[in-house]
């Protein structure tokens, strides 16, 4: 089945703890990308990959990290997560391109995260 | 800079009617993709419909069409006889091209739609 996968889907920490959130995708997908949701403020980009080894900041990046080493895994790492980080996260990918086929975003079931 | 608004906080339409879900945006690209996701109670994010800049057409699928018109910069969303399932929240996106910072995709803040039986 294609699909994007995260983990872990609930998350609770404290602040200052380093925490990874995986996410991976099974369908060969070039593009990928992080976002952020908050009441009112719909979807933000916080990073997205072109390809392997090629990332770029979203509009809200700072706090975060990245990393496209394999072409089906794109982790999170908030290095020092802090309150204000405290969100539902999605994970997407798509094909790449400018057709819709290619451009179609597929979401992971999300990553609900407080930060204490 | 890229923006999406989406002016309608809140939307109710009886079930079987037509709603039109709106939505402007902003770019200096040339070539650049829209976009309608849905989002339920459940929280995931679903794909509705996809409209290239540079498609004469208006996009369909299904119950849900695109009215698109490049020089007013809009981009509604038509959902054509209403279900019960289609109450959720409803996001208009763009993805952006090279000249403005990438291939970055930015959203909307959102319409929730409620179906009245």
């Known amino acids: 089945e294609a699909q994007v996968t995260q983990n872990p889907r609930y998350l609770i920490t404290v602040t200052g703890k380093k925490l990874t959130v995986t996410c991976s995708q099974n369908?060969?997908?070039?593009?990928m990308s992080w976002y952020r949701q908050d009441p009112g403020l719909g979807l933000r980009q916080i990073y997205y990959s072109m390809n392997v080894e090629v990332t770029d900041k979203g509009d809200v990046p700072e706090g975060y990290k990245v990393s496209r080493k394999e072409k089906r895994n794109f982790p999170l790492i908030l290095e020092s997560p802090s309150p204000n980080q405290t969100s539902l996260y999605f994970c997407?990918?798509?094909?790449?391109?400018?057709?819709?086929?290619?451009?179609?975003?597929?979401f992971g079931p999300g990553t609900r995260l407080l930060v204490l | 800079a890229q923006k999406i608004t989406q002016t309608q906080p809140g939307m109710f339409v009886q079930e079987k009617e037509a709603v039109t879900l709106d939505c402007t945006y902003d770019t200096s690209d040339q070539s650049y993709g829209l976009f309608w996701y849905k989002q339920p109670s459940s929280g995931e994010m679903i794909f509705l419909i996809y409209?290239?800049?540079?498609?004469?057409q208006n996009a369909t699928e299904g119950r849900y069409s695109l009215n698109f018109q490049k020089a007013r910069k809009s981009a509604n969303l038509v959902i054509s006889a209403s279900q019960l399932g289609d109450s959720a929240m409803y996001f208009c996106?763009?993805?952006?091209?090279?000249?403005?910072?990438?291939?970055?995709?930015?959203f909307g803040a959102g319409t929730r739609l409620f179906v009245k039986a």
């Open positions: 997407a990918s798509s094909l790449g391109g400018q057709e819709r086929d290619q451009e179609t975003q597929y």
């Open positions: 409209q290239g800049s540079y498609d004469e």
């Open positions: 996106a763009m993805r952006g091209g090279r000249y403005t910072g990438g291939f970055k995709t930015i």
């Open positions: 369908m060969n997908h070039e593009y």
